[in-house]
Nanobody
């Protein structure tokens, strides 16, 4: 069963903006933390940003001040607003959920491609 479904990826020029969305299904509603990860070609998957149920956010340094994570728990939706995009932001972006009490993210989406051109 699908737990997380991303949308909103696409191609944009450097300096532009994109907003990613992640629909959280009933199978992943027990997630205490939702996050975005990304994986660029030839690189390992890396953490981008996370948000807890209480709204505490965290960002990797390279996106601080440019990306904003948010959620609507009533609509079971997670967003990632990406501004001032750089070519280095090109990657497949994944939505992830960490169930309460777990030390790792147990739910993953299928990913959405973000391509930033110069």
């Amino acid at each position: 069963q699908e737990t997380l479904v991303e949308s909103g990826g696409g191609s944009v020029q450097a300096g532009g903006s994109l907003q990613l969305s992640c629909a959280v299904s009933k199978y992943a509603k027990n997630s205490c933390t939702l996050a975005w990860f990304r994986q660029a070609p030839g690189k390992e998957r890396e953490f981008v940003s996370s948000i807890t149920r209480r709204g505490t956010t965290n960002y990797t340094e390279s996106v601080q001040g440019r990306f904003t994570i948010s959620q609507d728990t009533t609509k079971n939706t997670l967003w990632l607003q990406m501004n001032s995009l750089k070519t280095d932001d090109t990657a497949v972006y994944y939505c992830a959920g960490r169930p309460c009490g777990w030390n790792e993210f147990g739910y993953w989406g299928q990913g959405t491609q973000v391509t930033v051109s110069s």
